[in-house]
Each structure stands twice: as structure tokens, then as C-alpha cells.
């Protein structure tokens, strides 16, 4: 019963990428100290009538005008306003997954709101026609990220009352695994991949097609750029692929953060780069929607 209410509540409010609050979208009741403001309306009404006296009624009705004018008021702060939420396909844990709620009205009214998800809360103005709020999210783990309902109310002028709505998003955020300190893990994969120093060579710049393997870790750790070790009897490869196989450690999570070190490091270089995971692969590519792709690859792997 409960879960098919929760259903019905999430679908009555739910949104995908833009909404616009109409009067069936606000929800308005007295608000915490709104009651004590109606004991004191209906004390003020029975003693008027038991005593007889016009002024204590007059004064009853001047504070049931007021409450009445609240619920308009209040009413008014949420209603024809304009939603567009705003956010990126692809999370990463470590990093913010920020949301963005584009706020717009028809001329600039000021708008006392405050926006509330879970155990945090954001009091805004809105006093634009046009104004952006920006939400910050801390995914801890790698997956599927659901956003929780983000509710959004206002109890001005006097606090009697509260007009709320629900934005529940409906869209799928994918939350790409942490990426490897590299200077930490550098030492585990220079012993994995030492070759012997009789046989070292030189260091030469990075180029695009280059195996991970041969990249020099060591340089990467202290800052110093992406070289790749050049040994005897050693030809350039030119073809740089990230392959989970061929990830030097054997924890499965461990392997995802390796491969999105690596894809960190293609993006900054702006190199081509393929992605195999054992399920499925990306070919070759570069470019902010490539990089999109390959952590979402990492995240639903």
C-alpha cells in the first residue's frame, strides 16, 4: 500500500528535463506556527460571541484575513514558475555530481524559496527572470545514482503557511569508479613490467596509438608528462589500447580504477584511445562524448 503510494507520488511529480509549477503541482497547508495563529483565531472567535463584543470579533476577522492572504501569498511564490534541470550523463565517484536547476519567470518578482533534499537545505532569492542554483552531489559508489526527491517551498511572508512541490528525475546517471593515484601505484607497476636495465634505451614523447604498458610511470608520478620506455630490440607500437586483461593487479574495482587513471591521462593528452572491457569494448576515439561513453563503460561494468 505504501510502496504503490510512493509510486503515485513520485509519478504525480516527477520530471525530465524541464517543469513548469501550475496550480496541480503545489501543495499549500498551514505550516508549524500557523497553528497556534488558528487557536488563536477560532479564542478570539468563541470569545466574541460569548461576550457580545463587536471589537473582539472585528479583530478575529482582521487576523482570518490575514491567515487567507498567507495561502495566496505563499501560494504565489512557487506558482508559473519555470524549471530546467541540468546535469551530465556520467558521475565519477570522488568528484561532485553538481545539478543544475534553471530557474525562470515571466518578469522579475522576488521569490523567497528554499530547497530541500534529505537532511540539507538551501535558502534562495529569486529575483531574475532568468537564475541558475546549483545542487552538489557526493557519489560514494560506482553504479546506477538515483538523485533523491529534491523539494522545494516557501512559508513567506509571515511563516503561517507553506506551499511545496517535488522534483523527482527521472533521467539515468551513471557513476564512473575513482581514478588510481598514480604516484602511489607506481611502484607495484614498475616491479610488475621491469625490464632489465641492460636492455633500456630512452624515453621518448607519448604518441598516439602507444601501448599503456610502455608509458613511464615514473615520469607520470613526479609531473613531469607522458613518456613512453624505449628498449633494445623494441619497435614503436602505435596503437594504444586500454584493455582490462592486461591491467597489472587483480581486484575487479582495482582494474576499473586503473583504466579510468589511463582515460584521465588520454583525455589531458587529447590521444585516441580504445576501451576492452570483458563484456564489452569502445573503438578508438577521442572528444568530450567519447570520454562519456568509456565511463559509462567503467560504471555499468
Not at 500500500?1 to 504525480?12: H, I, N, P, T
Amino acid at each position: 500500500m505504501l510502496s504503490g503510494f510512493q509510486d503515485w507520488f513520485a509519478k504525480r511529480f516527477r520530471v525530465d528535463q524541464f517543469k513548469t509549477l501550475k496550480q496541480s503541482e503545489i501543495l499549500v497547508f498551514i505550516y508549524q506556527q500557523g497553528f497556534l495563529y488558528l487557536a488563536l483565531i477560532v479564542i478570539t472567535f468563541i470569545a466574541g460571541i460569548n461576550y457580545a463584543n463587536n471589537l473582539i470579533l472585528g479583530f478575529c476577522f482582521l487576523i482570518s484575513a490575514v491567515l487567507c492572504m498567507s495561502f495566496y501569498l505563499t501560494f504565489k511564490q512557487l506558482h508559473q514558475l519555470n524549471i530546467e534541470v541540468i546535469y551530465s550523463e556520467v558521475g565519477q565517484v570522488g568528484h561532485p555530481l553538481i545539478l543544475k536547476l534553471h530557474c525562470k519567470q515571466k518578469k522579475p518578482t522576488a521569490r523567497f524559496i528554499k530547497i530541500k533534499i534529505e537532511a540539507q537545505e538551501h535558502v534562495v532569492l529569486i529575483d531574475q527572470i532568468s537564475q541558475e542554483i546549483e545542487l552538489l552531489f557526493s557519489p560514494i559508489h560506482r553504479g546506477k545514482f538515483e538523485f533523491p526527491a529534491i523539494q522545494i517551498f516557501s512559508t513567506y511572508p509571515f511563516g503561517l503557511v507553506r506551499a511545496w512541490t517535488y522534483l523527482y528525475l527521472q533521467r539515468e546517471i551513471w557513476v564512473a569508479p575513482q581514478s588510481l593515484d598514480l604516484e602511489l601505484e607506481y611502484k607495484q607497476q614498475y616491479q610488475l613490467n621491469q625490464h632489465d636495465l641492460e636492455e633500456f634505451r630512452e624515453l621518448r614523447n607519448f604518441r598516439e596509438g602507444d601501448s599503456f604498458q610502455a608509458i613511464s610511470w615514473k615520469q607520470v608520478a613526479r609531473g613531469q608528462g607522458l613518456f613512453v620506455k624505449m628498449f633494445e630490440n623494441e619497435s614503436d607500437q602505435h596503437q594504444f589500447e586500454i584493455d582490462y586483461h592486461q591491467i597489472p593487479c587483480q581486484g575487479h574495482e582495482q582494474k576499473l580504477s586503473w583504466m579510468m587513471a589511463l582515460i584521465e591521462l588520454c583525455e589531458q593528452r587529447q590521444i585516441f584511445y580504445s576501451l576492452h572491457l570483458p563484456t564489452q569494448q569502445l573503438e578508438h576515439g577521442a572528444g568530450e562524448n567519447h570520454a562519456i561513453e568509456a565511463r559509462k563503460l567503467l560504471a555499468q561494468a
